[in-house]
Every structure is written in C-alpha cells, then in structure tokens.
C-alpha cells in the first residue's frame, strides 16, 4: 500500500504570500497525483491532476510539480479565499485504489 | 450542471445496515465510473469503493471489503452504496464522487453524513 505523507501540517501565511505544499510517497506514483481544495463545511475541490495539470477553471496561481515520489503544490499569491485543507491523492490503475495524504491547512497568519 | 445529490444517511446502531444513495444529473451517468469517499469527523479523506462505468467491476478499501457495497442503476441515475455490520469507525461523511476520464474525482456531493452509535 502506498502511503502520501504531507508537509507542514499546518502553514500560516499572510494574504498576498507564497504557499509551497510538499506530498511524498512511499514509492513512486509516476506523475499519478491530484491535489485538492476543501473549505469548511463544503466538498473538496480538484485543483490538479497528473501532478501538474490544472483542472478545469482553476486560476493560474495554482501550480503542481513533481514526479515519482516527491509533489509540490505552489500557490503562487495567495488569496483571502485560498485558505483551507489540501490534499494529496494517488491513484493506481490495476486494481484500482486511491490514497488520500493526511492534508496540510494553509491558515491566516 | 453536473449534480450530485446524496441521502440515506442517519444514526444506526452498531452491527446494523445502511443504505445511501446518490442520484447525478447534467452529465451521462453511463459514461463514468463512480465511487464513494468519506471523511470522520474532524478527519481527513478515505476512499471507499468504485463501480465501472457499466456497472460490471467494483473495488474497495480493505477497511470495508465484505461488508459495503457499490451498484448503480443507470435507470434511475443513481449510486448506491449498502453497508452491513457497521462498526463505529464508519462513522463519517459519505461523499459521492465522479471519476473523470483521468481517473480522478473531479465532481463531488455535498454528502451524507452517517453515525454509527448505540
């Protein structure tokens, strides 16, 4: 079973900053990562798929990088609407599984 | 637009069963495989289980396999997902989610929420 480990676990930044999410696997994934968006109260969000391709209507602050092991999820400048829980995820092909990281909440310094 | 609606979410106690459902519009529901994740309270996120865009595979997480399971009816436009012997620790938010072509949940629900307790 492949395990996603999330860094910081919490991420306290000031509207207009930099935000730079780490998610690592226990083995490689190739590029099979998404990142989500949940805000309280509401369903997650799919920010990008393929560790570095927006989905659909994502602002281009949002950016993914990574292979293998090792993801990043970039927030370029970070609006009062950005701060919430991310989540890594990653997906095998056969049989099919998915696995969630543990998040990192980008708060309000 | 693509809808989710989910329901069929209640306090039951433990060892007893639950059905919930998940009906979709605005999109062809034949056409996507489908799954269930959910989230315990103040929790982060655990898939569940998926079914084939026909209705013919389903998988699960260890956690639940032999006692949840996936079907769909694409009469009615609707997931199901039936859970026998529930455990406290099932006790979370149950999302419905569609699997995009890239095999990634890129529509969810709002969720029913299901509390396993005596």
């Known amino acids: ?109 | 637009q693509v809808q989710l609606v989910e329901s069929g979410g209640g306090v039951v106690q433990p060892g007893r069963s639950l059905r919930l459902s998940c009906v979709v519009s605005g999109f062809s529901f034949s056409n996507y495989a489908m799954n269930w994740v959910r989230q315990a309270p103040g929790k982060g996120l655990e898939w569940v289980a998926v079914v084939s865009d026909d209705g013919s595979n389903t998988y699960y997480a260890d956690s639940v396999k032999g006692r949840f399971s996936i079907s769909r009816d694409k009469s009615k436009n609707t997931l199901y997902l039936q859970m026998y012997s529930l455990r406290a620790e099932d006790t979370a938010l149950y999302f419905c989610t569609r699997q995009s072509e890239f095999y990634y949940f890129d529509y969810w629900g709002q969720g029913t929420l299901v509390t396993v307790s005596s």
Do not use: H, M
Not at chain 1, 26 to 48: C, E, T
Not at chain 1, 78 to 84: G, N, V
């Open chain 1, 1 to 109: 079973e492949i395990v996603l480990t999330q860094s910081p676990a919490t991420l306290s930044l000031s509207p207009g900053e930099r935000a730079t999410l780490s998610c690592r696997a226990s083995q490689s994934v190739n590029n099979y990562l998404a990142w989500y968006q949940q805000k309280p109260g509401q369903a997650p969000r799919l920010l990008i798929y393929d560790a570095s391709v927006r989905a659909t209507g994502i602002p281009a602050r949002f950016s993914g990088s990574g292979s293998e092991t090792d993801f990043t999820l970039t927030i370029s400048s970070l609006e009062p609407e950005d701060f919430a829980v991310y989540y890594c995820q990653q997906r095998t092909n056969w049989p099919p599984e998915f696995t969630f990281g543990p998040g990192t909440k980008v708060d309000i310094k």
